[in-house]
C-alpha cells in the first residue's frame, strides 16, 4: 500500500507513476484526496462533539453537588433540575450525532481503505515506461547449445524418456497438469535438492510453510483483492471462512511478521522455502507452450528478505545474483532482463526476470523474477522494525524464485538433447541422480 502522505504531497507524480505502469488511476486518486478531507472533518467533528459530551457531563456533576447542598437548605432546586436535565437533553442528542457520525465514518473509511488497496506500488524512477516491448536485457550467460541435428521438444523427449506422463496426469487433474516418472521424478527432486543446498550455502534459513492460506496474506502480498479470482479457493464447510491455496510461497512469507514489530538489529532477515504453487491459469495458451511451460501446479524454491530500507537495494541485487548463479551452475544458457514499469506486477517497484532459452519456443522463458516491493507489502501487513533510537519504521521485502522447476526442467531437457534422444544431466545433479550421467531411453 503507498503511503497516503505521499499522495497527499504530490498525487500528480503517483499519478504518473501509475501510468508509467499503465494503470489509470486518476479517479482512484483524486476519490483518495476527497475522502481523506471527509474523514479527517468527521473524525474532528466526533472528537469535538465528545469534547461538549464531556464537558456537559463534568457540569452536570458540579449542579448535582450543588442541588443536593439546596436540599440540605431546604432552598427551591427546580432550576437546577431543569438545568441538570437539559444539560442531559443535550448529551443524549450529542450521543445520537457521534453514532451517526461514526456509522458514515466507518463508510468513508471502507471506502478509502478499498481505494488504497486498489493501488498498485509505484514504479522505481529509473524504470522504462510501458510494457512488456521496453523492457531491457542487461545480460546474457552461458553459450547457446547448437545442434547439427534436428532437436526435439521436451514433450516428445520426456515420452520418449519416460520422463512424464502427461496423459494420466490429466487423467487424474485435468488439463495443465502431468505426472513425474521414475527418472523425471528423481530428476525433478535432484533440482530441489541443488536449489536448497545452495541456499543453505548462502546462510538462508529453510521454511516449509503451510500450502492453504488465509484471506490475509494474499492480502499482505499484495494478491488481493485484485487477483483473488486466479487462485484456487477452499471453502470451510462449517464456517463462513474460506481458504486459498498458495501461488507462490511468497504469499506465505510475506505474512511471517504480519502486525509485529521487529528490531533493528533482527534486520535482514533471510528465508527460502519449498512449496507447490498452485495457479488457475486461466484463459487460452499458446500452441508452443505445450507440456510444462505452464501449468496448474508447480514446485518452487522461493527466495524472500526484509530488511531496512537502506538495505534493500543492496538486497536486491543479491537475490538477483543467487538466481543467477543457480542457473549458471545447471550450465544453461539464459539472460537477465529489467522488466518495464508496466510489466512488473502491481505489488512490485522494481523486477528483474531470468529468462532461459528454450530451444522448441525459439525464445526465453521466465524461470525466476527477483523483486523489490519496498515498503508496500509492509504496510498492507503492518511489518515495522524499531531503530535503535527508538523510531518505527516499515520493513522493506524483497522475493525472488530460486528457482520454478517447470521451466527449467524442459530447457535442461531442450538445450541438453543429444541425437540419439538421451539427455545430459547436469554436473551439479548428478550426486543427486546417483552417479547418474546420461538419461537414455531404456
Not at 437539559?86 to 481503505?113: F, G, H, P, R
Not at 522493506?396 to 528457482?403: E, I, Q, R
Request: hydrophobic content about 35%; glycine content about 8%; charged content about 30%.
Amino acid at each position: 500500500m503507498i503511503d497516503i502522505k505521499r499522495i497527499k504531497e504530490n498525487p500528480d507524480a503517483i499519478k504518473a507513476g501509475m501510468k508509467a505502469k499503465e494503470v489509470d488511476c486518476d479517479a482512484t486518486i483524486d476519490r483518495i484526496l476527497e475522502l481523506d478531507v471527509q474523514v479527517r472533518g468527521l473524525k474532528t467533528h466526533t472528537e469535538t462533539k465528545t469534547a461538549e459530551k464531556n464537558k456537559l457531563a463534568k457540569e452536570n456533576g458540579k449542579l448535582f453537588g450543588q442541588k443536593k447542598g439546596a436540599e440540605k437548605k431546604g432552598e427551591d432546586t427546580s432550576a437546577l433540575e431543569a438545568q441538570i436535565k437539559a444539560n442531559m437533553d443535550a448529551s443524549v442528542k450529542i450521543d445520537e450525532e457521534i453514532a451517526e457520525d461514526k456509522q458514515k465514518l466507518k463508510v468513508l473509511d471502507d471506502e478509502l481503505t478499498t481505494c488504497m488497496l486498489s493501488l498498485p506500488n509505484m514504479p522505481d524512477p529509473d524504470l522504462l515506461p510501458g510494457g512488456k516491448e521496453n523492457n531491457q536485457p542487461l545480460r546474457y550467460i552461458g553459450e547457446k547449445h547448437s545442434f547439427d541435428f534436428e532437436p526435439k521438444h521436451h514433450v516428445d523427449l520426456c515420452q520418449n524418456l519416460g520422463l512424464i506422463d502427461y496423459e494420466r496426469g490429466v487423467k487424474l487433474a485435468g488439463a495443465g497438469n502431468w505426472i513425474y516418472t521414475d527418472r523425471g521424478a528423481r530428476l525433478e527432486w535432484a533440482l530441489l535438492n541443488y536449489f536448497i543446498d545452495c541456499h543453505i550455502a548462502d546462510g538462508y534459513e529453510m521454511i516449509l510453510p503451510p500450502h492453504m492460506l488465509e484471506y490475509q496474506c494474499g492480502l499482505t502480498a499484495g494478491q488481493f483483492p485484485k487477483f483473488a479470482d486466479e487462485v484456487y479457493k477452499i471453502a470451510n464447510p462449517t464456517d463462513d471462512r474460506v481458504h486459498y491455496m498458495l501461488p507462490t510461497a511468497e504469499a506465505a512469507l510475506a505474512s511471517i511478521y504480519r502486525d509485529e514489530i521487529l528490531t533493528e538489529a533482527d534486520l535482514p532477515k533471510k528465508f527460502f522455502a519449498y512449496t507447490p504453487c498452485f495457479r488457475r491459469e486461466a484463459g487460452s495458451h499458446r500452441a508452443d507452450e505445450r507440456g510444462m511451460v505452464r501449468g496448474h501446479q508447480f514446485n518452487k524454491v522461493e527466495m524472500f528478505q526484509y530488511t531496512t530500507p537502506e538495505g534493500s537495494d543492496e538486497a536486491f541485487e543479491e537475490l538477483v545474483h543467487k538466481a543467477e548463479k543457480l542457473v549458471s551452475g545447471l550450465g544453461l544458457h539464459f539472460r537477465t532482463v529489467k522488466l518495464a514499469a508496466g510489466d512488473c506486477s502491481a505489488s512490485m517497484a522494481r523486477t528483474y526476470d531470468i529468462e532461459i532459452l528454450i530451444p522448441s519456443m525459439n525464445g526465453y522463458k521466465e524461470v525466476s523474477s527477483v523483486s523489490n516491493a519496498r515498503d508496500y507489502q509492509a504496510r498492507r501487513g503492518n511489518i515495522r522494525f524499531r531503530r535503535a533510537d527508538g523510531k518505527i519504521e516499515y520493513v522493506h521485502t524483497l522475493n525472488g524464485s530460486g528457482l520454478a522447476t517447470s521451466r527449467i526442467f524442459p530447457a535442461i531437457v531442450e538445450q541438453n538433447q543429444r541425437a540419439d534422444g538421451s539427455v545430459v544431466i547436469p554436473e551439479a545433479l548428478r550426486k543427486y541422480m546417483g552417479g547418474m550421467e546420461v538419461i537414455e531411453k531404456k
